[in-house]
């Protein structure tokens, strides 16, 4: 089974505009979830991080994402896109199933249009 | 320093040949892992490494990738009689400690063509 699946590979939005990137995960045991940023010729930088604490998590750059267990969704907001925020996004996932090591989704490139 | 850092940054090898890639990580981070990104497929995950314990070699797709960690800090990962599908990016990123609560932190990867 996938353990990561980011529901979108490419999401387009206008400049000012709310983010939504669309992220499920399955985990057998108390996962923690992450989401990682890379911008074009640059490394992975960590957004936001939820281990079994808030379900809500604010990160960098105004990014925030809610863990929801019922649903095993991770999703990533942000109320209003800014042209820096074009890059891809993965959804990460970790716990004692993957033997602590992160697994990642296939990413999601987000286009910002001006 | 104050971030992982790894070389060459670049590294363009005839098919056949072999390569080290080196992984500095972050002074203190008893952890080290290495992940390969190819175009299109994401990030996967290699090996890593915890303090002196058996590294976790469980990602390495053939027996021609290895890996070391000489003194618990500097990592070499080997690639032998490369091929062409080993063309990635190959990032080390270290982290305090192995556990599922702890993000790592990325080198900016070493670039690998294989012609």
């Known amino acids: 089974a996938q353990s990561v699946t980011q529901l979108d590979s490419h999401v387009s939005v206008s400049e000012g505009t709310p983010v939504l990137l669309r992220c499920n995960y399955s985990?057998?045991?108390?996962?923690?979830l992450f989401w990682y940023v890379q911008h074009p010729n640059k490394g992975l930088q960590l957004l936001l991080k939820?281990?079994?604490?808030?379900?809500l998590v604010k990160g960098i750059n105004g990014f925030e994402a809610e863990f929801k267990k019922s649903e095993t969704s991770f999703h990533l907001t942000k109320p209003s896109a800014h042209m820096s925020d074009a890059a891809e996004y993965f959804c990460?996932?970790?716990?004692?199933?993957?033997?602590?090591?992160?697994?990642f989704g296939a990413g999601t490139i987000l286009r910002v249009k001006s | 320093g104050a971030g992982v850092s790894q070389s060459p940054s670049n590294k363009v090898t005839e098919k056949g040949k072999d390569v080290e890639l080196r992984c500095d990580p972050i002074?203190?981070?008893?952890?080290l892992y290495w992940y390969r990104q190819s175009l299109g497929q994401g990030l996967e995950f290699l090996i890593y490494?915890?303090?002196?314990?058996?590294?976790?070699k469980s990602g390495l797709p053939s027996d021609r990738f290895s890996a070391e960690r000489t003194g618990g800090s500097v990592s070499t990962l080997t690639i032998q009689r490369t091929q062409q599908e080993d063309s990635a990016v190959y990032l080390c990123?270290?982290?305090?400690?192995?556990?599922?609560?702890?993000?790592?932190?990325f080198g900016s990867g070493t670039r690998l063509t294989v012609v």
């Open positions: 990460v996932v970790s716990d004692r199933e993957y033997g602590n090591k992160l697994v």
């Open positions: 985990s057998s045991y108390s996962p923690s």
């Open positions: 990123a270290s982290s305090l400690v192995v556990s599922h609560d702890y993000g790592y932190t």
């Open positions: 490494f915890q303090g002196n314990s058996a590294p976790d």
């Open positions: 002074s203190g981070h008893t952890a």
């Open positions: 939820y281990t079994s604490a808030a379900t």
